[in-house]
């Protein structure tokens, strides 16, 4: 009997989850109408519960919570106000509108430490109810997932297959490319027309997923517009998108390992937002002990939080304006300390 019941729930639950689907096969519809009609009152009482436990490709379980996004950005993100507010206005505007032309292309770019992580997974906290660990959310690192050169095209294809059988299952997906200045070209190339303007490729439209890569290509430049902007005692929160815009798209040009797949998605638009995050100082630091130390319960850490952010290293050696690894190890250095 208990198995009987569970095998139902379990039926029920993918036909839950299928009837979200948009490409649904004539002959399952009727089926499924058919055991909806003969179900009705079981369904409706448990219809709501299944859609509970068992993540679906639902607003149920995806939708962008605006305020919660706004509101992580300010809070929880230090010293980045230039990347903060575009990738606000970038989700925003992408979420709120049903029929988007292509799929939202972001690129983060900075120095390590700096939250270019952080800010994915706040952005996938905002859209996915199961945040970073949703089914909809795929991270792909290329150390990790495409370590041989020599097997290329062997990746290439399965990484197309994966991207599109996961938005086949759900347009909503999201896919993180991390240490994207690593990534082979020939497998940039695998992704590009997935990041396009076509209304759809082999049936399936890919305009609903979102795209986001991480890299540290013009870090470098976006280090040294902050550094001008300090030396020349302007206040850092001045500093605007233009600012960097010239120097980031020239860096990213010019530097010959990150300027193969920057080229080529810029030549043809299909990054929607370039972001950068600038270095961060001494005070954003503090600022990320303090929050890690008020996550872990404890709000009187004030002296605590200098300690640590003082043992951290900054560069340029002269100056010592910006720490070297942003905020990266700060959870482990404030075990050391507390
Ligand atoms: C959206 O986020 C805010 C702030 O985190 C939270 O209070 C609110 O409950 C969230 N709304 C939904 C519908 O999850
Ligand atoms: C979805 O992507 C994951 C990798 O994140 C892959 O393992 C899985 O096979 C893909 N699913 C489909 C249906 O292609
Ligand atoms: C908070 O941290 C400080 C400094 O390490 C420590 O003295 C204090 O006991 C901690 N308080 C709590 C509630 O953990």
Redesign the pocket.
């Known amino acids: 009997m208990k198995t009987r019941k569970r095998l139902l729930l379990l039926l029920l639950g993918m036909l839950a989850c299928s009837a979200a689907a948009e490409a649904i096969e004539p002959i399952s519809t009727s089926i499924a109408v058919g055991m909806a009609a003969a179900l009705t009152g079981f369904l409706a009482s448990y219809q709501n519960i299944l859609y509970y436990f068992n993540e679906c490709c639902r607003s149920e379980w995806i939708s962008f919570n605006r305020t919660g996004l706004e509101a992580d950005l300010e809070n929880k993100l230090f010293g980045q106000h230039i990347a903060s507010r575009i990738v606000l206005k970038a989700v925003n505007g992408f979420m709120s509108n049903e029929n988007p032309k292509k799929p939202l292309v972001l690129s983060l770019h900075g120095w390590t430490g700096t939250g270019k992580n952080f800010v994915s997974q706040l952005i996938g906290e905002s859209i996915y109810r199961e945040g970073m660990a949703s089914s909809f959310v795929h991270i792909f690192t290329s150390e990790l997932h495409f370590p041989h050169s020599g097997q290329i095209e062997t990746y290439k294809a399965q990484l197309q297959q994966w991207i599109k059988g996961n938005v086949s299952n759900c347009a909503r997906s999201m896919f993180i490319f991390d240490e994207m200045d690593k990534m082979h070209p020939g497998l940039i190339d695998g992704i590009k027309p997935y990041l396009d303007y076509y209304d759809k490729l082999d049936g399936i439209s890919y305009r609903k997923a979102i795209f986001i890569f991480l890299s540290n290509a013009g870090g470098e430049r976006i280090t040294q517009t902050a550094l001008d902007f300090w030396t020349a005692g302007r206040n850092r929160e001045e500093m605007e998108l233009r600012d960097l815009e010239t120097d980031l798209s020239l860096s990213v040009f010019n530097n010959k390992k990150s300027g193969l797949w920057h080229t080529s998605l810029i030549d043809k638009n299909l990054v929607d937002f370039f972001v950068p995050f600038l270095p961060l100082e001494y005070r954003h630091v503090v600022q990320c002990v303090l929050a890690e130390?008020k996550a872990?319960?404890?709000t009187?850490?004030m002296?605590?939080a200098d300690q640590v952010a003082r043992d951290v290293i900054y560069f340029p050696k002269s100056e010592r304006v910006f720490a070297v690894k942003g905020c990266k190890g700060i959870e482990s250095k404030l075990d050391y300390?507390?």
Do not use: A, D
């Open positions: 130390m872990r319960g404890n009187s850490g002296k605590v300390y507390t």
